[in-house]
């Protein structure tokens, strides 16, 4: 069994989607730039993973994916344009993505599946733990969900999942989880997970949503497995070997979120994410809130 006691210190973000649900926005730009509000999606991920303790992201991107590494990268002619207009604010803003973590990045060449992407980063993380981040879905900074998920990893060793309670008809767009409860609130044990089952077949209503903190081990595993759901090598399946047998790589513990989560890789929820972020802004909020309430007032 593979255990790292050390500190998590590695960030996983497979970034090298297509981004087909939003054509033709993204023909030319990443998804993961897409702005809510006046920030990039991806942004609000590698901020999460810092505020986790994770200041190491490997990033892995696919062909036109070249704006994600020169967002995060200085960018010294606009730099030194604010400068010259004694535009302190806006300075600050532009260098905030290049100071936030070091950043890698690594192509996934073959659009295999997420599996693939996290095999894509073993020769970055090496024999430590270390956590996955998709960037389509954004959780609430005042919900830390990833520093709880490091913390139960590096006390109780193994693999840990976000798991979020949905209605059962909407199963079968996720992977499912099936649990034993254990002592500790909001913390359980995943004996067993399916890839996108249908309603009737799913062990529970529980869904792993984007979030992982994962040993090493899931690196051999993944090597070893066969293309599955959508003829794509699915992490799903790797955890599905390890919850069987912790003798491989440890325990596979779930963490129930009941926060904020934000589905940017869907169109409505990407816009409700940018209203509700939008009104809770002391900048914007105010203002913003005002004509939202007379729009909806109008409207109905």
Known sequence: MTQSHTRISKAVIPAAGLGTRFLPATKATPKEMLPVVDKPAIQYVVEEAVAAGLS???????????????????NYELESALTRKGDAERLQKVQESSDLATMHYVRQGDPRGLGHAVLCAAPHVGDQAFAVLLGDDLIDPRDPLLARMVEIQEREGGSVVALMEVA????????????EQ??????????????????????SNLAII????????????????????????????????????EKIGGPVHGV?????????????????????????????????????????????
């Open 168 to 179: 059962p008809e909407q199963i079968h767009m996720y992977g499912c989880a099936a649990v």
């Open 56 to 74: 190491d992201v490997l990033m892995i991107t696919g062909r036109n994916k070249r704006p994600l590494e020169d967002h995060f990268d200085r």
């Open 256 to 300: 129930v979120f009941k926060g904020r989560r934000y589905d940017t890789g869907d169109r409505s929820d990407y816009l409700r994410a940018i209203v509700r972020l939008a009104c809770e802004r002391e900048d914007l909020g105010p203002d913003f809130r005002a004509w939202l309430r007379s729009y909806v007032t109008e409207e109905m």
């Open 210 to 245: 984007g979030r992982y903190v994962l040993d090493p081990a899931v690196f051999d595993i993944l090597r070893k497995t066969e293309p599955g759901r959508g003829g794509e090598i699915q992490l799903t399946d790797a955890l599905q070997l390890l919850a069987e047998d």
């Open 182 to 203: 254990t002592a500790q609130d909001g913390v359980v044990r995943v004996t067993g997970l399916v890839e996108k089952p249908d309603a009737a077949e799913a062990p």
